[in-house]
């Protein structure tokens, strides 16, 4: 799982090439909504039968709580402009956990 903030802390659990393109997903998202995001979570998880899918959890920071629709929406497409077959996930500031 790659965390990064608007402030370009990044950490890093690089294992595919499909981490490239969530990384430009990560990316374009981020520079396209800037004051509307606090954080942005991209990865592969698997689920219960072991199928493996790209995971978008973008965190909004309280600018971005009226445009959840439409940084999600964009999100999709970006993922999907990049090949990226991905779960986007909103979570509002108030959903952030400690």
Known sequence: MKQSDTNDTIQTNTNSADNA?????????????????????????????????????????DNGKGKATEIEKAATKTAANNNVNAVVRMMTPSQQGD
């Open 21 to 61: 393109s969530l990384t430009n997903v990560q990316n374009d998202i981020v520079k396209k909504y800037p004051k509307q995001i606090s954080n942005i979570f991209v990865g592969q998880v698997q689920d219960k039968a072991n199928h493996t899918i790209s995971l978008i959890a973008i965190q909004l920071s």
